[in-house]
Nanobody
């Protein structure tokens, strides 16, 4: 059973940066994409970014495109979300999730890490 653990959240001023990590343990994520989602208070959880297993393709929500960068190190079984030029509207709990190639549902979720951006 794979476990995902996020880290790197915190409080930052608008315009600042944070790097989130998502460490996998307990199994392999071979052929899994790694995605990031976020959920702000009172709002639905929303997709932020995705990176495929090989790292050759990435996808971003329009709201973060050009500011966030997703990456992964399969040898370390860790994914990353570099967040630059943060805005107060980026405040949310950020979750990583893993989805097997060809499967529509997410098999593994992390517990989330809080990101708070002050104005």
């Amino acid at each position: 059973q794979v476990q995902l653990v996020e880290s790197g959240g915190g409080l930052v001023q608008a315009g600042g940066s944070l790097r989130l990590s998502c460490a996998a343990s307990g199994g392999t994520l071979s052929q899994y994409s790694m995605d990031w989602f976020r959920q702000a208070p009172g709002k639905e959880r929303e997709f932020v970014a995705r990176i495929v297993w090989s790292g050759s393709s990435t996808y971003y929500a329009d709201s973060v495109k050009g500011r966030f960068t997703i990456s992964r190190d399969n040898a370390k079984r860790t994914g990353y979300l570099q967040m630059n030029s943060l805005k107060p509207e980026d405040t949310a709990v950020y979750y990583c999730a893993a989805r097997r190639l060809g499967v529509s549902s997410y098999e593994y979720w992390g517990q989330g890490t809080q990101v708070t951006v002050s104005s």
